[in-house]
C-alpha cells in the first residue's frame, strides 16, 4: 500500500491534490510545529494582474503545533476571501457550480486551523473527483523525530510504500527510512497547462483555479502529464 503523508495545507495547489491522488491513502501531518510564511495558512489565487494571496489570520506562538493553532476571530478573512475570489474568478466557466460548496465552507464559525484545512481538504477532493481515503497523525501515537514519525505512520496505517515529495531528502533520513523495509517513492509532479481567465498561464495557484476553469475536466487535466511510479 502507498501512503502519502503531508501538513493540512490551506487551499492547497496542484501538486498537494496529485500526490493525494497517487496514494491509497493520504495521512494530514497535523502534529508538526506551524511555520510561517508558508501554505499553512495561505495561498495564492489568479488575477488579471498576475495573482494575490488570501492568508487566514491567526493567533499563533512560537513552537506551536499546528493542530493548536488557532484562528484570529477579530478579522473577517472570510468576506475577503470570498469577495476577491468571486471577483478574480468571474469569468471562470464552472465557479458557478463550485462557488456555493466553497461560500458554505467559509460561513462556517472555523476556530481551529487545522480543522479548517481538513474541510477545504475534503471539500476540494470530492469536488475533483479524488477517493483517496483520509487519516489524521494525531491519532496516532508517533515518535517526534521527523524520519521516525515517517516510519511509525506508515507502520501504523501498514503501506509497504511512501509517496515522499520532491524536497524529500531535505526533511528525512532516507537511508535510515529504507532499512525500515519501507520504499520510498519521489513525487515527479508535471504541472498541467489549461485556459485560466487570464493570459499568460501562470502556475502554482491554489487549486480551485483549474477546477473553477475546468470543470468536470479538471481531475483529467491533473493526470495528463504524470508519469506513474511503479509500486512493485
Not at 494582474?49 to 489570520?57: D, L, Y
Request: net charge neutral; aromatic share 10%; glycine share 6%.
Amino acid at each position: 500500500m502507498r501512503v502519502a503523508i503531508h501538513q493540512p495545507q490551506f487551499l492547497p495547489w496542484l501538486g498537494y491534490l496529485d500526490k493525494i491522488d497517487q496514494a491509497d491513502l493520504f495521512v494530514v501531518l497535523d502534529t508538526v510545529q506551524f511555520k510561517k510564511q508558508e501554505w499553512q495558512n495561505r495561498n495564492r489565487i489568479r488575477t488579471a494582474q498576475g495573482w494575490q494571496w488570501v492568508t487566514v489570520p491567526i493567533l499563533q506562538k512560537f513552537g506551536q503545533k499546528l493542530n493548536d493553532v488557532r484562528i484570529n476571530p477579530t478579522v473577517d478573512w472570510p468576506a475577503k476571501h470570498l469577495r476577491a475570489i468571486e471577483m478574480h474568478y468571474e469569468r471562470a466557466r464552472h465557479r458557478t457550480r463550485f462557488f456555493e460548496g466553497l461560500r458554505a465552507l467559509y460561513r462556517q464559525p472555523w476556530e481551529q486551523l487545522a480543522d479548517l484545512n481538513l474541510a477545504v481538504i475534503r471539500w476540494l477532493l470530492d469536488a475533483f473527483g479524488i477517493k483517496t481515503p483520509i487519516r489524521l497523525a494525531s491519532e496516532m501515537m508517533l515518535r517526534e523525530e521527523a524520519t521516525d514519525r515517517l516510519i511509525d505512520i506508515c507502520r501504523t496505517v501498514g503501506a509497504t510504500h511512501y509517496l515522499a515529495g520532491a524536497g524529500a531528502a531535505g526533511y528525512m533520513d532516507m537511508p535510515r527510512f529504507e532499512t525500515s523495509g519501507l520504499r520510498i517513492e519521489v513525487q515527479d509532479f508535471r504541472h498541467p497547462v489549461y485556459q485560466q481567465c487570464y493570459e499568460p498561464f501562470v502556475p502554482g495557484m491554489a487549486a480551485i483555479d483549474l477546477l473553477f476553469t475546468c470543470g468536470n475536466e479538471a481531475l483529467d487535466r491533473l493526470r495528463s502529464t504524470r508519469i506513474e511510479a511503479d509500486p512493485s
